[in-house]
Protein backbone atom coordinates (compact mmCIF):
# COMPACT_ATOMS: atom_id res chain seq x y z
CA UNK A 1 0.00 0.00 0.00
CA UNK A 2 1.42 3.25 -0.98
CA UNK A 3 2.03 6.01 1.57
CA UNK A 4 -0.81 8.40 -0.04
CA UNK A 5 -3.11 5.68 0.22
CA UNK A 6 -2.55 4.76 3.71
CA UNK A 7 -2.54 8.63 4.36
CA UNK A 8 -6.26 8.94 2.46
CA UNK A 9 -7.65 5.87 4.80
CA UNK A 10 -6.72 8.04 7.74
CA UNK A 11 -8.61 10.88 6.24
CA UNK A 12 -11.57 8.86 5.89
CA UNK A 13 -11.62 7.55 9.51
CA UNK A 14 -11.01 10.97 10.55
CA UNK A 15 -14.56 11.43 9.11
CA UNK A 16 -16.41 8.33 10.59
CA UNK A 17 -14.96 9.45 14.05
CA UNK A 18 -15.84 13.21 13.52
CA UNK A 19 -19.67 11.74 13.15
CA UNK A 20 -21.51 10.92 16.99
CA UNK A 21 -23.94 7.91 15.29
CA UNK A 22 -25.80 4.67 17.20
CA UNK A 23 -26.93 1.84 15.17
CA UNK A 24 -29.83 1.52 17.38
CA UNK A 25 -32.78 4.49 17.33
CA UNK A 26 -32.28 6.98 20.47
CA UNK A 27 -34.86 5.78 23.86
CA UNK A 28 -35.94 7.96 26.68
CA UNK A 29 -34.44 5.45 29.01
CA UNK A 30 -32.21 6.41 31.93
CA UNK A 31 -29.19 6.51 30.55
CA UNK A 32 -28.04 5.11 34.56
CA UNK A 33 -29.92 1.75 33.59
CA UNK A 34 -27.12 1.18 30.78
CA UNK A 35 -24.29 1.53 33.49
CA UNK A 36 -23.08 -0.99 36.32
CA UNK A 37 -21.79 -0.40 39.53
CA UNK A 38 -18.44 -0.22 38.60
CA UNK A 39 -18.62 2.30 35.05
CA UNK A 40 -20.89 4.24 37.67
CA UNK A 41 -18.80 4.83 40.43
CA UNK A 42 -16.13 5.69 37.31
CA UNK A 43 -18.71 8.03 36.08
CA UNK A 44 -19.38 9.70 39.80
CA UNK A 45 -15.58 10.21 39.86
CA UNK A 46 -14.79 12.12 36.72
CA UNK A 47 -14.10 9.87 34.40
CA UNK A 48 -15.11 8.86 30.62
CA UNK A 49 -17.03 5.31 30.85
CA UNK A 50 -16.20 3.42 27.34
CA UNK A 51 -17.96 0.91 26.14
CA UNK A 52 -17.65 -1.48 22.94
CA UNK A 53 -19.97 -3.54 21.29
CA UNK A 54 -19.83 -6.03 18.25
CA UNK A 55 -22.44 -6.14 16.18
CA UNK A 56 -23.15 -9.30 14.03
CA UNK A 57 -21.99 -8.90 10.32
CA UNK A 58 -20.13 -5.54 10.65
CA UNK A 59 -16.31 -5.11 10.74
CA UNK A 60 -17.31 -1.93 13.20
CA UNK A 61 -18.66 -2.22 16.39
CA UNK A 62 -21.10 0.58 18.30
CA UNK A 63 -18.76 2.54 20.23
CA UNK A 64 -20.58 4.77 23.33
CA UNK A 65 -19.20 7.15 25.68
CA UNK A 66 -20.54 8.23 29.13
CA UNK A 67 -19.24 11.29 30.76
CA UNK A 68 -20.94 13.46 33.45
CA UNK A 69 -20.57 17.49 32.57
CA UNK A 70 -19.94 20.06 34.98
CA UNK A 71 -23.48 21.80 33.07
CA UNK A 72 -27.21 21.28 32.78
CA UNK A 73 -28.95 18.99 29.95
CA UNK A 74 -29.61 22.86 28.53
CA UNK A 75 -26.46 23.90 28.38
CA UNK A 76 -25.05 20.73 27.34
CA UNK A 77 -27.38 20.35 23.77
CA UNK A 78 -27.38 24.10 23.18
CA UNK A 79 -23.88 23.76 22.49
CA UNK A 80 -24.09 20.43 20.56
CA UNK A 81 -27.25 21.98 18.65
CA UNK A 82 -25.41 24.88 16.91
CA UNK A 83 -24.57 22.64 14.36
CA UNK A 84 -22.50 25.66 12.53
CA UNK A 85 -20.24 26.14 15.27
CA UNK A 86 -19.06 22.09 15.33
CA UNK A 87 -15.56 23.68 13.05
CA UNK A 88 -14.83 25.85 15.75
CA UNK A 89 -13.79 22.89 17.96
CA UNK A 90 -13.89 19.23 16.27
CA UNK A 91 -10.50 17.90 15.59
CA UNK A 92 -9.61 18.57 11.81
CA UNK A 93 -13.27 19.81 11.20
CA UNK A 94 -13.53 23.06 9.18
CA UNK A 95 -16.71 23.12 7.32
CA UNK A 96 -20.35 22.65 9.68
CA UNK A 97 -22.88 24.05 7.36
CA UNK A 98 -26.52 23.57 7.25
CA UNK A 99 -28.19 23.02 3.56
CA UNK A 100 -31.29 22.04 4.52
CA UNK A 101 -34.01 22.75 6.82
CA UNK A 102 -36.58 20.14 6.32
CA UNK A 103 -38.80 21.23 9.91
CA UNK A 104 -37.36 23.45 12.65
CA UNK A 105 -35.77 20.18 14.36
CA UNK A 106 -34.79 18.72 11.64
CA UNK A 107 -31.99 19.93 9.56
CA UNK A 108 -29.48 18.40 6.79
CA UNK A 109 -26.21 19.96 7.48
CA UNK A 110 -22.52 19.23 5.21
CA UNK A 111 -19.37 18.96 7.28
CA UNK A 112 -16.04 18.68 5.62
CA UNK A 113 -12.30 17.30 7.37
CA UNK A 114 -9.12 17.50 5.83
CA UNK A 115 -5.80 16.84 6.82
CA UNK A 116 -2.64 18.36 5.60
CA UNK A 117 -1.46 18.30 1.75
CA UNK A 118 -4.78 16.34 0.84
CA UNK A 119 -8.12 17.06 -0.63
CA UNK A 120 -11.32 17.90 1.80
CA UNK A 121 -13.92 15.06 2.68
CA UNK A 122 -17.37 15.39 2.71
CA UNK A 123 -20.28 14.23 3.67
CA UNK A 124 -24.09 15.00 4.68
CA UNK A 125 -25.78 14.21 7.82
CA UNK A 126 -30.05 14.65 8.79
CA UNK A 127 -30.17 16.01 12.20
CA UNK A 128 -33.11 15.72 14.52
CA UNK A 129 -33.57 17.21 18.17
CA UNK A 130 -36.28 16.28 20.61
CA UNK A 131 -36.57 16.37 24.47
CA UNK A 132 -38.01 13.87 26.91
CA UNK A 133 -38.90 12.65 30.60
CA UNK A 134 -40.99 15.59 30.42
CA UNK A 135 -38.24 18.33 28.70
CA UNK A 136 -35.73 17.95 31.27
CA UNK A 137 -33.85 15.59 29.07
CA UNK A 138 -32.68 15.81 25.20
CA UNK A 139 -32.03 13.75 22.99
CA UNK A 140 -30.16 14.79 18.94
CA UNK A 141 -30.02 11.71 16.43
CA UNK A 142 -29.15 11.43 12.92
CA UNK A 143 -28.20 9.85 9.79
CA UNK A 144 -26.32 9.74 6.66
CA UNK A 145 -27.36 11.39 3.88
CA UNK A 146 -24.24 11.06 1.92
CA UNK A 147 -20.53 11.02 1.82
CA UNK A 148 -18.06 9.54 -0.49
CA UNK A 149 -16.33 7.28 2.65
CA UNK A 150 -19.26 6.03 4.40
CA UNK A 151 -21.53 3.30 3.46
CA UNK A 152 -24.20 3.88 6.09
CA UNK A 153 -24.16 5.78 9.72
CA UNK A 154 -26.93 6.61 12.11
CA UNK A 155 -26.53 8.22 15.88
CA UNK A 156 -27.66 9.50 18.62
CA UNK A 157 -26.66 11.93 21.59
CA UNK A 158 -28.57 12.10 24.95
CA UNK A 159 -28.59 14.56 27.63
CA UNK A 160 -29.64 13.54 31.48
CA UNK A 161 -29.78 15.80 34.81
CA UNK A 162 -27.59 13.86 36.79
CA UNK A 163 -26.32 15.30 40.39
CA UNK A 164 -25.99 18.72 40.07
CA UNK A 165 -24.79 18.15 35.98
CA UNK A 166 -25.59 16.00 33.41
CA UNK A 167 -25.03 12.74 32.35
CA UNK A 168 -23.71 12.74 28.46
CA UNK A 169 -24.07 9.50 26.29
CA UNK A 170 -22.71 9.46 22.92
CA UNK A 171 -22.39 6.16 20.25
CA UNK A 172 -20.53 6.21 17.30
CA UNK A 173 -21.52 3.27 14.85
CA UNK A 174 -20.28 3.11 10.74
CA UNK A 175 -19.70 1.65 8.23
CA UNK A 176 -17.14 2.74 6.11
CA UNK A 177 -16.79 2.18 2.16
CA UNK A 178 -13.29 0.98 2.24
CA UNK A 179 -11.78 -1.96 3.57
CA UNK A 180 -8.43 -0.32 4.37
CA UNK A 181 -10.02 1.57 6.61
CA UNK A 182 -10.25 -1.51 9.06
CA UNK A 183 -6.32 -1.11 9.29
CA UNK A 184 -7.58 2.21 11.72
CA UNK A 185 -9.38 0.87 14.33
CA UNK A 186 -7.49 1.67 17.06
CA UNK A 187 -6.79 5.22 15.59
CA UNK A 188 -10.48 5.41 14.86
CA UNK A 189 -11.70 4.63 18.61
CA UNK A 190 -8.88 7.34 19.96
CA UNK A 191 -10.16 10.30 17.84
CA UNK A 192 -13.68 9.28 18.58
CA UNK A 193 -12.38 9.81 22.42
CA UNK A 194 -10.52 13.41 21.32
CA UNK A 195 -14.12 14.45 19.18
CA UNK A 196 -15.77 13.71 22.74
CA UNK A 197 -12.82 15.30 25.13
CA UNK A 198 -13.41 18.45 22.61
CA UNK A 199 -17.29 19.06 23.03
CA UNK A 200 -16.95 18.82 26.79
CA UNK A 201 -14.50 21.28 26.66
CA UNK A 202 -16.63 23.45 24.84
CA UNK A 203 -19.24 23.18 27.32
CA UNK A 204 -17.41 24.10 29.56
CA UNK A 205 -16.00 26.99 28.24
CA UNK A 206 -18.68 28.40 26.47
CA UNK A 207 -19.95 28.34 30.77
CA UNK A 208 -17.49 30.01 32.02
CA UNK A 209 -16.28 32.47 29.98
CA UNK A 210 -18.91 33.14 27.08
CA UNK A 211 -22.31 32.57 29.29
CA UNK A 212 -23.89 35.65 26.75
CA UNK A 213 -22.86 33.18 23.77
CA UNK A 214 -24.40 30.15 25.74
CA UNK A 215 -26.87 31.68 26.65
CA UNK A 216 -28.08 32.97 22.88
CA UNK A 217 -27.28 29.00 22.23
CA UNK A 218 -29.70 27.91 24.84
CA UNK A 219 -32.51 30.60 23.33
CA UNK A 220 -32.20 29.07 20.19
CA UNK A 221 -32.70 25.47 21.25
CA UNK A 222 -35.82 27.07 23.12
CA UNK A 223 -37.53 28.08 20.13
CA UNK A 224 -36.58 25.03 17.84
CA UNK A 225 -38.24 22.65 20.31
CA UNK A 226 -40.93 25.29 20.80
CA UNK A 227 -41.37 25.74 16.81
CA UNK A 228 -40.95 22.12 16.28
CA UNK A 229 -43.99 20.86 18.67
CA UNK A 230 -46.24 23.55 16.47
CA UNK A 231 -45.16 22.19 13.40
CA UNK A 232 -45.87 18.58 14.63
CA UNK A 233 -49.48 19.68 15.77
CA UNK A 234 -50.13 21.40 12.55
CA UNK A 235 -48.96 18.16 10.52
CA UNK A 236 -51.46 15.46 12.82
CA UNK A 237 -54.35 18.79 12.48
CA UNK A 238 -53.55 18.45 8.21
CA UNK A 239 -53.15 14.67 8.15
Not at 36 to 48: M, N
Not at 66 to 72: I, P
Not at 155 to 172: D, K
Amino acid sequence: MTQRLIIQNKLILTALCLIWASAFPASADDILQELDAQQLASVRSGEAVLKIVDVKGESWPVVTLYQKFDASPEECVAVFGNCESHKDFFPHLNQSVITQIEAPHILEVEYSVSLPFLPNQTYTLRSSLNDYNEGSSFVADWKLVKSGALKTTQGSARFEPFEGGTLVAYQNFVVPKSSFALMFKKQALEQVQNAFHAFRERVIFQKNHAPAILEQEILGIKKVLEDSLEHRSCKNVLS
